[in-house]
């Protein structure tokens, strides 16, 4: 009984610490919709953190969208420390880069990312 206790304890365990984290935009987990393609707009605040927008097709305008921040526990988000930490981070849940524009020129950059399939994975 000992055995199969520790196993299953074991098993959890292995889980926990290898569940990848989600893309939370508010109170919405954009992995979870069935979705292909996502818009990343961003701009490097200082030297030290960046401002992140997600566009996943739902009215997106800057002023009233949440900003996406990089989850530091639980309960507390902190803003990227760059652009490309934010891609990084989106790179590690399944999205990859496809393009780069600049709507205009005092505008800040829109990467748009794909879902990789599960065999990119």
Known sequence: MKKILLAILTCWLVGVGTAKAQIMVGSINVDSLDIQYIELIGFNRSTW?????????????????????KPLNDHEWVRFAS?????????????????????????PRH????????AVK
Do not use: C, M
Request: proline letters at 4%; glycine letters at 4%; hydrophobic letters at 40%.
């Open 83 to 107: 652009v490309v930490d934010a891609l990084n981070y989106i790179y590690k849940n399944g999205w990859e880069l496809v393009n780069v524009y600049v709507p205009s020129p005092d505008a």
């Open 111 to 118: 990467y748009v990312l794909q879902r990789r399939s599960q």
């Open 49 to 69: 953190e960046a401002s992140v927008w997600i566009d996943f097709g739902r009215n997106y305008t800057a002023n009233k969208s949440s900003e996406f921040l």
